[in-house]
């Protein structure tokens, strides 16, 4: 998985800079220390090192392999899966809404993953519960309820 994980990790770091260079831009919130770019640039910043972690690693395991190179398999349908279903979530969630595209976007990666399909459905249900209450209840941050009318 070296080739994967150098173009994931490429990726992720070019996803923390564009993080990174976004929320520079995010006002300060008067009367607090932190303003709104805080967590945005802590966040980023993990994904930099997690992007720049994994190239590194995929440099470390292509000069050490494990394995003779005919029984690397590259799994690029796993990685598919996972872009689709981000595609999806950020393409279809605003017209669906988030208790209905979640579920559909996180079980296939648990499965692709494979995850058992009971677990996958058991935490597929219940984080999606629990990420709709956190953000709406705790964070006062709706996410979009699109074919389901607000029920509380």
């Known amino acids: ?20 260079w976004t929320a520079r831009e995010f006002p300060q919130v008067p009367g607090q220390k932190l303003g709104a770019a805080f967590l945005p640039m802590i966040i980023g910043a993990g994904l930099l090192l997690c992007g720049l972690a994994l190239v590194a690693r995929s440099f470390r395991a292509s000069a050490y392999p494990a394995k003779p190179p005919t029984q690397v398999r590259e799994h ?17 969630a605003e017209r669906v809404g988030f208790l209905i595209i979640a579920p559909l976007c996180v079980l296939p990666v648990f499965l692709v993953l494979r995850v058992r399909w009971w677990v996958a459905l058991l935490w597929t249900l219940g984080g999606t519960v629990v990420v709709h ?20």
């Not at 080739?3 to 993080?19: E, F, K, Q, T």
């Not at 979009?144 to 029920?151: E, H, R, S, V, Y």
Request: aromatic share 18%; proline share 7%; hydrophobic share 65%.
């Open 1 to 20: 998985m070296q080739r994967s994980d150098r173009w994931v990790g490429v990726g992720l770091a070019a996803l923390a800079l564009a993080v990174l």
């Open 76 to 92: 690029y349908g796993s990685a598919a899966v996972i872009i689709g279903a981000v595609l999806a979530y950020i393409f279809v």
């Open 133 to 152: 209450l956190a953000f709406y209840k705790l964070l006062r941050v709706p996410l979009p309820w699109g074919w389901i009318p607000p029920f509380y």
